[in-house]
């Protein structure tokens, strides 16, 4: 009787210390993933350029959440539970589109789809009228290039898209969106022309931006510097032996002053080129995301200027000698 006893002593402690751990869960899971108590409009974003983009068009009028952590791929993101909460609440959702979140792992498809989100009524791609380039070979739906973003053009594009979707939904503060739109693709104009006129002087025998992933055909559209890489994009197999051959031999029969590598992937595939051509790797570029709040490049603008200005100083260097 009295093991009896003291089992059940031992069973009631367990579903109150179970009982505390569960509430101490949800307390915590409330203050982490609700939304403050406020009028605001609620918006997400699925990646920190376009957060930052959201940023300078609203300011302190909206209450921002942005998913896919600085510096982390969104080609394949797992949603965190505080995503998952905040976009069910939402108000507005903005991704990318062209096939960044919706391919590979179709991440943000199944989000929306299990929040009872409809597209063009609560979620938005910000890519909304951009001409999008494929990948090398293809034309097909599914084979798009996502990186519209790195040809400022495209920038002021999203900017475009994003306050018109704001103004709708809030539309008290439609002079105040349409204010900061104006100043920001301002800025972003401003600085697009620069660079422009920029790689104009580089000889036509320098210009090509060697990079890890092929991320750079906007790029390259918009300012005329061809572009070289060892894979395609990130949800490839990457730096195989017969990626780095193939742009090894093209590099050297090139006047390519210098290499790139991105802020987001390995570098050790573009060490290995750069020790088999001789050519030095030149500076880190942003692809994906933003800087670090405080670091170079923590910002949409602050990331293409730093592109900008590292790749036309890098392809301006004198060719080693081969």
């Not at 009631?12 to 993933?33: D, M, V």
């Not at 580089?202 to 061809?226: H, M, N, R």
């Not at 990130?234 to 031999?249: A, F, M, W, Y």
Request: charged letters at 30%; proline letters at 5%.
């Amino acid at each position: 009787m009295q093991r009896f006893s003291k089992c059940f002593k031992l069973i009631g402690l367990s579903f109150l210390a179970l009982f505390i751990l569960t509430a101490c869960g949800k307390s915590e899971n409330n203050t982490t993933n609700a939304w403050p108590d406020n009028d605001k409009l609620k918006v997400v974003a699925t990646n920190s350029i376009i957060a930052d983009m959201i940023k300078n068009i609203a300011g302190d009028k909206i209450e921002l959440h942005s998913m896919v952590p600085v510096g982390k791929d969104p080609h394949e993101y797992e949603p965190l539970p505080e995503d998952v909460t905040k976009t069910t609440t939402a108000d507005l959702i903005f991704y990318n589109g062209i096939n960044l979140e919706t391919g590979g792992n179709a991440w943000f498809t199944k989000l929306v789809d299990n929040a009872g989100k409809k597209e063009n009524e609560d979620y938005f791609a910000v890519s909304d009228g951009v001409e999008v380039i494929y990948l090398e070979g293809e034309s097909d739906g599914g084979k798009e290039d996502p990186h519209a973003w790195l040809n400022l053009d495209n920038g002021i594009v999203y900017a475009e898209n994003i306050a018109k979707q704001l103004i709708a939904k809030d539309p008290d503060n439609k002079d105040y969106y349409q204010e900061h739109l104006d100043d920001y693709v301002g800025k972003l104009s401003a600085l697009n022309e620069q660079a422009k006129t920029e790689f104009d002087s580089i000889p036509e025998s320098k210009k090509l931006i060697v990079t890890s992933e092929g991320c750079f055909k906007y790029f390259s559209k918009a300012y005329d510097v061809p572009a070289a890489y060892i894979w395609e994009i990130n949800t490839e197999e990457e730096g195989r032996p017969d990626q780095i051959k193939t742009l090894v031999r093209k590099l050297r029969d090139s006047d390519v002053p210098v290499l790139f590598v991105e802020s987001s992937v390995d570098e050790r595939p573009m060490e290995t080129i750069s020790s088999d051509t001789g050519l030095p790797i030149y500076a880190k570029i942003f692809t994906d995301s933003v800087a670090e709040p405080g670091e170079d490049g923590d910002s949409y603008y602050a990331m293409m200027e730093w592109n900008l200005s590292k790749i036309y100083e890098g392809l301006s260097q004198d060719t080693p000698e081969k």
